[in-house]
């Protein structure tokens, strides 16, 4: 419980950080700024992140985290490649209402590609890789570590996840980021084979 309020409160001053940098622009948002909106104090914003550029992978960081809560709980007789793509599902279907729309997915893009913020994304995806691991590994009772298959799995899931929403935010962010990541994992599931007509 204690563990969940934390994620809670670490999620809710992420959006709110994305918020304001969306609305204001990078460089016009401070952490007095964002404490405000989050009605917290700035030494609350602090406890939990160091910059604001931590703060917005944090969300980015949270998708991935759900996806491994989701996969924990999928029925143990789901094979696992069904399981994964459902708990995908249920992690794209929990974000906010205002990230499928396509005006403010267009100003996202913009804060997603500041330069500021490339390191905080990498640091997100290794610590999500090694969480969905873990998770992958439980489920097919493994070894994270010293088991291959379970980080390779969850370098593959994170890397779909991630190519899903770019090429939904690039080519179509007023379509289904679902039936993109459908496409994506469906293509994974065949061992992603050539397209006819390529070499």
């Not at 030494?43 to 985290?65: C, D, G, I, P, Q």
């Not at 990230?99 to 290794?126: F, I, N, Q, Y």
């Amino acid at each position: 419980m204690r563990e969940r309020k934390k994620r809670e409160t670490r999620l809710a001053l992420s959006r709110a950080t994305i918020a304001l940098v969306v609305e204001r622009g990078w460089d016009e948002v401070g952490v007095e700024d964002i404490a405000a909106a989050a009605n917290v104090s700035e030494r609350t914003f602090r406890n939990y992140f160091t910059s604001k550029a931590e703060a917005v992978a944090a969300s980015h960081l949270e998708r991935a985290l759900v996806v491994a809560d989701e996969l924990r709980s999928q029925p143990a007789d789901e094979p696992f490649w069904p399981a994964v793509v459902s708990a995908v599902r249920a992690s794209v279907s929990a974000a906010p209402a205002s990230s499928h729309d396509g005006a403010h997915m267009e100003r996202v893009k913009l804060v997603m590609t500041h330069p500021s913020l490339h390191a905080e994304l990498l640091r997100a995806d290794d610590i999500a890789k090694d969480e969905l691991a873990a998770a992958i590994a439980e489920r097919l009772g493994l070894d994270a570590e010293r088991d291959l298959f379970p980080q390779l799995a969850a370098s593959v899931v994170t890397a779909g996840v991630a190519t899903a929403m770019r090429f939904w935010m690039v080519n179509d962010p007023r379509g289904s980021v679902i039936e993109v990541l459908g496409r994506v994992f469906e293509e994974i599931g065949r061992g992603l084979p050539v397209p006819e007509g390529e070499s």
